[in-house]
Nanobody, 124 residues
Framework: QVQLVESGGGLVQAGGSLRLSCAAS????????MGWFRQAPGREREFVAG????????KYADSVLDRFTISRDNAKNMAYLQMNTLKPEDTAVYYC?????????????????WGQGTQVTVSS
C-alpha cells in the first residue's frame, strides 16, 4: 500500500507561485505513476498533471500547460507540483494520487491511492 500526504497549499495572489509536495510511504513508490488532481467547489475533480515512474513524458491538462510542472524524486518518495503564474480559476483542493499503471491517465478512476488534499486559494 501507499499512503500519500500533500503539503504546500495556501493563499497566494494572482500571478504568484506555489509548490505542492506529496510525501509517499511505502517501499515501492518508484513503481507508481503519480498524478495531481484538483476539485473546486461545485465542480468535478479534474486532472492537472501526471508523471510516470521513470519521470519521463509527463502529461498536463491544457489549462495548466506551460504554467505548472510536475516532478518526482524516487529516492525521497516525493512528488511535486510547481505552480507558476497562478490564476483565480486555479483555486481548488489539490490531491496527489498514485497508480499502478505505467503511464499517467487523465481519468481519476485508474488511480489506486489518494492523499487528503491541500487547499490552494488564488486571490485576484
Amino acid at each position: 500500500q501507499v499512503q500519500l500526504v500533500e503539503s504546500g497549499g495556501g493563499l497566494v495572489q494572482a500571478g504568484g507561485s506555489l509548490r505542492l509536495s506529496c510525501a509517499a510511504s511505502g517501499r515501492t513508490f518508484s513503481l507508481y505513476t503519480m498524478g495531481w488532481f484538483r476539485q473546486a467547489p461545485g465542480r468535478e475533480r479534474e486532472f492537472v498533471a501526471g508523471i510516470p515512474w521513470s519521470g519521463g513524458s509527463p502529461k498536463y491538462a491544457d489549462s495548466v500547460l506551460d504554467r505548472f510542472t510536475i516532478s518526482r524524486d524516487n529516492a525521497k518518495n516525493m512528488a511535486y507540483l510547481q505552480m507558476n503564474t497562478l490564476k483565480p480559476e486555479d483555486t481548488a483542493v489539490y490531491y496527489c494520487a498514485a497508480s499502478r499503471l505505467s503511464i499517467p491517465s487523465r481519468s481519476s478512476t485508474i488511480y489506486d491511492y489518494w492523499g487528503q488534499g491541500t487547499q490552494v486559494t488564488v486571490s485576484s
